[in-house]
């Protein structure tokens, strides 16, 4: 199975801040790899797939980055609606793995 | 729009069965892949199982590769996960997601809103 681990596990960022989640896998996936964003009690949203593709009506603020094994979200300029867990996902084969998750946190 | 609505979860004893529905509409439901990711208590997202537009081709998590069938009614728009011998750690929110196929697999673009199952004496 590939591993998908992402760094850190909690950031504590203000709003305005540019901030990156990183996502590394356990062996090259390509660009077969998607960021979900997850607010409490709601079902998770795609923001980016295909490594660096915005999903259709995701802000443009987000953006992903990487290709093989290391990969990037950033978000340019945090707003208040964005203090949620991000997880990164692989479809580069079965069975599909997330990363762990990443919860970002008012400052 | 598309929608995805989940039903079925519920209490149920370790050894027990349960049958989880999800009903689709605002898409052509036959033409996309459907999956199961669950997400127990607290913790992050699981796969469980996905299946092709056409039924045909199934893949499960080994966690429940054996326990766990899923299947599709395209005349009805509607995903199943029927669930046997269930074990407490499968105590989780279930969500059915539309899966986007690029190349081989996919990711999930359109998520239901969950429906829980607790496995509980």
């Known amino acids: 199975d590939i591993q998908m681990t992402q760094s850190p596990s909690t950031l504590s960022a203000s709003v305005g801040d540019r901030v990156t989640i990183t996502c590394r896998a356990s062996q090259s996936i390509s660009n077969w790899l998607a960021w979900y964003q997850q607010k409490s009690g709601k079902a998770p949203k795609v923001l980016i797939y295909?490594?660096?593709t915005l999903e259709s009506g995701a802000p443009s603020r987000f953006s992903g980055s990487g290709s093989g094994t290391e990969f990037t979200l950033t978000i340019s300029s945090l707003q208040p609606d964005d203090f949620a867990t991000y997880y990164c996902?692989?479809?580069?084969?079965?069975?599909?793995?997330f990363g762990q998750g990443t919860k970002l946190e008012i400052k | 729009e598309v929608q995805l609505l989940e039903s079925g979860g519920g209490l149920v004893q370790p050894g027990g069965s349960l049958r989880l529905s999800c009903a689709a509409s605002?898409?052509?439901?036959?033409?996309?892949?459907m999956s199961w990711v669950r997400q127990a208590p607290g913790k992050g997202l699981e796969w469980v199982s996905s299946?092709?537009?056409?039924?045909?081709?199934?893949d499960y998590a080994d966690s429940v590769k054996g326990r766990f069938t899923i299947s599709r009614d395209n005349s009805k728009n509607t995903l199943y996960l029927q669930m046997n011998s269930l074990r407490a750690e499968d105590t989780a929110v279930y969500y059915c997601?539309?899966?986007?196929?690029?190349?081989?697999?996919?990711?999930?673009?359109?998520w239901g809103q969950g429906t829980l199952v607790s496995v509980s004496s």
């Open positions: 997601a539309r899966t986007l196929r690029q190349l081989w697999l996919g990711f999930f673009d359109y």
């Open positions: 295909k490594a660096s």
């Open positions: 299946l092709t537009g056409g039924g045909g081709g199934t």
């Open positions: 605002g898409f052509t439901f036959s033409s996309y892949a």
């Open positions: 996902q692989q479809y580069k084969s079965y069975p599909y793995t």
